[in-house]
């Protein structure tokens, strides 16, 4: 992977990092999910990953707004797939990462013929 690609990887991931912390911490105020040093933890994290993300990311994402909100999609959409499997599965998963990289045509293949059913 190219550095500019590893630089995109990063700028999104860490923007729905971000998103998806602000939007639990929001939306769990009256429980106790963060407490202690992991509270203090989420509040620095989340205040520092916004100053980098206003200083910095809005920067290059206004610059390619377009390309970023394509990518910024399909990565989440991948990370609440991602999220969404069991540990017991995530060696299948693997397997399947694997065996698409060895014959992505075939692979590919089977996926539609398994998605028409």
Same mark, same amino acid.
Do not use: W
């Given at each position: 992977?190219?550095?500019? =690609? ?7 991931? %860490?923007?729905?990092?971000? +998103? /998806?912390? %602000?939007?639990? #911490?929001? !939306?769990?105020?009256? #429980?106790?999910?963060? &407490? ?7 509040? +620095? ?5 916004? =100053?980098? !993300? ?10 390619? =707004?377009?390309? &970023? ?7 989440? !959409? /991948? ?15 693997? &397997?399947?990462? +694997? ?8 692979? =590919?293949?089977?996926?539609? #013929?398994?998605? #028409?059913?």
């Amino acid at each position: 992977m190219q550095p500019i =690609e590893k630089l995109t990887h990063i700028k999104v991931i %860490s923007q729905i990092l971000l +998103n /998806y912390l %602000s939007d639990f #911490k929001a !939306e769990n105020k009256t #429980k106790s999910f963060f &407490t202690g040093a992991f509270k203090n933890f989420v509040n +620095n994290f989340i205040g520092k990953l916004a =100053e980098v !993300e206003a200083k910095h990311f809005d920067r290059a994402i206004t610059k390619e =707004e377009v390309a &970023t909100n394509v990518i910024y999609n399909i990565s989440d !959409e /991948y990370y609440k797939m991602a999220a969404s499997v069991h540990i017991k599965d995530m060696q299948n998963y693997i &397997t399947m990462h +694997n065996a698409y990289q060895k014959d992505k045509s075939s692979i =590919e293949g089977i996926c539609r #013929k398994v998605l #028409k059913h």
